[in-house]
């Protein structure tokens, strides 16, 4: 029963929403390959989220998700954004810059019935959540329309309650996944297990499809994660060197420098935990910094800093998101990689006699 879900997809493969680094060239580069392409919509708005599938519809007859965050957006505090510009203001300082100009807020809105409005326009075949689920009158108008609802689960417990509030299918997000942590149950970074030991654990306590994520980045980790009972595998990594990627120059750079692998969790960029590469802003104000505002008020001062490093060619302040492996990465088309990672699942296939 559990296949059924991604029945019309030829590969196994979702394609990982990953905001600031694509725009639907990526997701419909990988739905024309055959996988599940994703796009991104937190940091969309309204109209740039009813451009984007609009143009997408224009391109391709396939099916395709869209993901939005679920969180609770918090409410502004100015202790704690005092507290936090206190950390910041020597760089900004060291940079000449002014933190008395820069703006609040986050940048990125939870899933709302603006957006479910744009979604019904286009009924979109996959919706998936970041940070559990929606509210049920939100939930319930995005299966109206037929949508599967996806969303991340770091803990067996996030499973089970995924399932049990209406999730037609679960991504187990092990630790070793890049971008930001899935957790909505708990804040204790200790008990998060990495896919493989996640994986098994929540297939045997779920019954819906459970889609494996965290440090997959080829043919090997695919078919082992198939072999442990997931019904696809979401990769973003791996695809963050491609052509259709947005990411930038600063970014791509610290990913093919990254031979060592040395990434870390940290809260200092959004105010949530997420996976990056180490850089300065990691090393000297986290990786977990207690006066970080909460997500995603956090990001609206150091992106100024990052802004200013940016511009001269540093990736000091950048949320360098990457996952543990990078060995798959390629500057190719993300089709190409789409379908090198099929072919290489069907020879493995074959070899075993499965």
Known sequence: MKHHLFSELEIPIIQAPMAGVQD??????V???????????????????????????????????????????????????????????????????????????GGREPFSHAAADVLEEFKPEFVSFHFGLPEKGLMQRVKTWGAKVLSSAT???????????????????????GGHRGMFLTKNLSIQPGTFELLPKIVEQVSVP?????????????????????????LGTVYLLCDE??????????????????????????????????????????????NTPEFPLASAAITELRRHCEQNGSSDFTPLWCG????????????????RLASDIRRRADFQGV
């Open 24 to 29: 639907s060239a990526l997701a419909i580069a």
């Open 210 to 234: 459970v889609i494996a994520a965290g440090g997959i980045t080829d043919a090997k980790g695919v078919a082992h994660a198939l072999s442990l009972g997931a019904t696809a595998v979401q």
């Open 31 to 105: 739905s024309l390959a055959g996988g599940l392409g994703s796009l991104p919509c937190s940091m969309l708005g309204i109209d740039g989220l009813r451009d984007e599938l609009a143009f997408i519809k224009s391109k391709i007859d396939k099916p395709i998700n869209v993901n939005f965050f679920s969180h609770d957006q918090p409410e502004f505090n100015p202790e704690q954004e005092e507290s936090w510009r206190l950390v910041l203001k020597p760089y900004f300082d060291e940079y000449g810059l002014d933190i008395n100009n820069i703006s609040t807020g």
């Open 245 to 290: 990627a947005k990411t930038s120059a600063v970014h791509r750079a610290a990913i093919k420098g990254s031979v060592d692998n040395q990434t870390s969790i940290t809260n200092i960029f959004s105010g949530r935990p997420a996976r990056g590469i180490v850089n300065r802003a990691i090393r000297e104000l986290g990786p977990i910094n207690v």
């Open 155 to 177: 803990t067996v417990e996030e499973a089970q309650w995924l399932e049990a509030h209406g999730a037609d299918g679960i991504i187990a997000q092990g630790i070793e996944a």
């Open 324 to 339: 543990q492996h990078t060995a798959g990465c390629a500057e190719i088309s993300a089709g190409e990689l789409t379908q």
